[in-house]
């Protein structure tokens, strides 16, 4: 157990309902939540705001290195800036969404964004969002959870989620969009996304939102006990 609790680590692929849970977990359990995702969408909106092509890693590391990533608490939604720009909506438009693989598959920006992700989890009371955090970021995290759901499911709860914030994407569009990161996320050669030995496997599939939620906190209770 670190200095405010532990660290949970929630992984699994796009949409498979990671952010929505883990902020509840966050919430029961008074702990701080960390949106990885968010941080390397951060990155990819600075690099298309440049004009940076995404081939040039080395531009693209510079972005990186010299960007700084931060939240605050919202209303609803946790808030994103980068270098203060407030970016919480920008980062989830599909263009930064259909090149966010890319950057995140440059090791520099790994590098950076790992290292920092592990500095706001160290003294733990965290649960903390993404595809690599119990393999890399946190490996010692006393709570591995790996989210997974079909491709089905997963572009069915997109096109709701979409159609509520007024975007019209066909459903098929979204089955193939989500089949594609899947792949490349998972082929990068730098910390693809595997689930941990030790990561309890939650299929998400036919569950509800606090089903899904009571799972982990059943988890996370076991370890407290
Ligand atoms: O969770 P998300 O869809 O907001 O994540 C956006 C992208 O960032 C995703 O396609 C893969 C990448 N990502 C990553 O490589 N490592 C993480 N820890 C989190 C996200």
Do not use: C, W
Not at 35 to 42: H, P
Not at 88 to 93: C, M, P, W
Not at 176 to 184: M, S, V
Request: aromatic residues 4%.
């Amino acid at each position: 157990m670190h200095k405010n609790g532990l660290q949970v680590a929630i992984d699994g692929p796009a949409s498979a309902g990671k952010s929505t849970v883990a902020k509840l977990v966050a919430k029961q359990f008074n702990y701080i939540y960390v949106d990885t995702g968010a941080m390397y969408r951060a990155i990819t909106y600075k690099v298309l705001k440049n004009g940076i092509s995404l081939d040039n890693d080395e531009e693209i590391a510079t972005i990186a290195d010299g960007s700084h990533i931060s939240f605050e608490p919202g209303e609803t939604d946790q808030k994103v800036f980068i270098d203060g720009e407030e970016i919480t909506t920008a980062i989830r438009e599909e263009n930064v969404t259909n090149s966010v693989s890319a950057v995140a598959a440059i090791q520099a920006v790994r590098t950076k964004l790992s290292t920092e992700q592990k500095e706001i989890a160290k003294d733990g009371g965290v649960v903390m969002d993404g595809r690599d955090i119990g393999t890399t970021v946190l490996p010692n995290a006393e709570v591995k959870i790996f989210l997974i759901a079909s491709v089905e499911e997963r572009a069915q709860r997109r096109y709701k989620e979409n159609i509520q914030k007024g975007i019209n994407t066909p459903l098929d569009e979204l089955r193939l969009e989500i089949e594609a990161r899947d792949y490349k996320d998972s082929h990068r050669k730098i910390s693809p996304l595997t689930k941990a030995e030790d990561a309890v496997e939650i299929d998400t599939t036919s569950l509800s939102i606090n089903e899904v939620v009571e799972e982990i906190a059943k988890n996370i209770n076991k370890v407290l006990a």
